[in-house]
């Protein structure tokens, strides 16, 4: 099983949302809500350069790493501490790793801005974690969940990924995983490219229970 981070896990994506809201805000860029939300994971400098030219603009490129890097440190020092783990995912992930069955993490974010319990927590249940600066090309790619199979010691035909987001679900699609979706940030409509969409954690809980006999 490879799980997804945010969104999945960590009830943090409205911390993130409110994040790049105010770095782009501070930079004069205008985003809704549902931009950052479709676009979860996948927030790179090719992203936000076609979202900034849409209006004519013509920025360096360093402009869109300290964006990238402006929204980190907000993240950072104002919202980590809101982040909390999803009740349920707790429950599904120890009766996973109870059953011993292997384990592995991608997510789009660096260990700086996971925060340190969370992080901890993460490790002892995750043998295979891949996060955003591990790969060179991040969601939807297909390289970090081929990344976290390689690393699990398991073809990507083996594994199953549980995601949230497009970007993530192609990710996972496109390195051959049969891909799960929870709809915990957005309609199950936005998720239709996985194989199987769930409206929340209790729906995936009891497929998981069913299917692994756990």
């Given at each position: 099983?490879?799980f997804?981070?945010?969104?999945?896990?960590?009830?943090?994506?409205?911390?993130?949302?409110?994040?790049?809201?105010?770095?782009?805000?501070?930079?004069?860029?205008?985003?809704?809500?549902?931009?950052?939300?479709?676009?979860?994971?996948?927030?790179?400098?090719?992203?936000?350069?076609?979202?900034?030219?849409?209006?004519?603009?013509?920025?360096?490129?360093?402009?869109?790493?300290?964006?990238?890097?402006?929204q980190?440190?907000?993240?950072?020092?104002?919202?980590?501490?809101?982040?909390?783990?999803?009740?349920?995912?707790?429950?599904?992930?120890?009766?996973?790793?109870?059953?011993?069955?292997?384990?592995?993490?991608?997510?789009?974010?660096?260990?700086?801005?996971i925060?340190p319990?969370?992080?901890?927590?993460?490790?002892?249940?995750?043998s295979?974690?891949?996060?955003?600066?591990?790969?060179?090309?991040?969601?939807?790619?297909?390289?970090?969940?081929?990344?976290?199979?390689?690393?699990?010691g398991?073809?990507?035909?083996?594994?199953?990924?549980?995601e949230?987001?497009?970007?993530?679900?192609?990710?996972?699609?496109?390195?051959?995983?049969?891909?799960?979706?929870?709809?915990?940030?957005?309609?199950?409509?936005?998720?239709?490219?996985?194989?199987?969409?769930?409206?929340?954690?209790?729906?995936?809980?009891?497929?998981?229970?069913?299917?692994?006999?756990?």
């Open positions: 099983m490879i997804d981070l945010d969104g999945v896990i960590l009830d943090s994506m409205p911390a993130h949302v409110a994040a790049w809201q105010s770095a782009f805000a501070e930079n004069g860029v205008q985003a809704t809500d549902d931009f950052i939300y479709l676009n979860e994971g996948a927030l790179d400098r090719e992203r936000l350069v076609r979202l900034i030219s849409s209006d004519g603009r013509i920025l360096p490129p360093e402009f869109f790493d300290r964006l990238l890097d402006r980190r440190r907000i993240f950072r020092e104002q919202y980590s501490l809101t982040v909390r783990l999803f009740p349920q995912a707790v429950e599904l992930i120890d009766r996973l790793d109870q059953a011993g069955l292997p384990l592995a993490l991608v997510t789009s974010s660096t260990f700086q801005v925060r319990d969370l992080l901890t927590w993460l490790e002892r249940r995750f295979v974690i891949i996060t955003g600066d591990q790969v060179v090309k991040s969601k939807p790619d297909p390289e970090p969940y081929l990344a976290a199979a390689t690393g699990l398991v073809r990507p035909d083996q594994a199953v990924a549980v949230n987001a497009p970007a993530g679900i192609t990710s996972a699609r496109r390195a051959g995983l049969i891909c799960l979706a929870v709809a915990t940030t957005l309609p199950p409509a936005a998720l239709a490219e996985a194989h199987l969409v769930l409206p929340d954690h209790t729906a995936l809980i009891r497929l998981l229970t069913d299917f692994f006999q756990i």
